[in-house]
């Protein structure tokens, strides 16, 4: 029951700041929409048109809250998930938390997301020998 109590309490800290920040950032008209992905686009996975644009405005504050982070290829579809589930702000406190933590692999180097695939490959290779 502690560590329910303690979710909703982070929750309700991220879903404050994400007012906060949304209020105090101001998000350009036109946000790039290679945000944390390198090359590739946003996947919008059937978003409409509003949610892609709340997609982005997410995106571009986490962008702009962690200016450490320049490749993180998992944290756009994330958010394009979440979005069709959750509210904008609930959105934003889940992928923050996730970004936040200390075992997180979304903030990644490309060079080690690159490292990371290949080994995925390979090991997929040695147990299903076609």
Known sequence: MIIFHNHL????KYELFYDHCSAGI?????IPTTIFSGTRDVPA???SPDGE???LKILYILSHMHPDIHFAPVV?????LFLHFM???????????????????LDQSQRAYSV???????????????
Do not use: G, H, I, W
């Not at 101001?26 to 036109?30: E, L, M």
């Open 45 to 47: 996975y059937l978003l």
């Open 76 to 80: 756009p579809p994330l958010t394009s």
């Open 87 to 105: 509210e904008e702000n609930l959105c934003y406190a889940c992928v923050s938390a996730l970004v936040n933590s200390r075992r997180s692999m």
């Open 9 to 12: 309490q982070l929750q309700y």
């Open 26 to 30: 101001q998000v350009p008209s036109s």
């Open 116 to 130: 990371m695939a290949k080994t995925f490959q390979d090991s997929l290779k040695s147990y299903f020998v076609s």
């Open 53 to 55: 644009k709340t997609c």
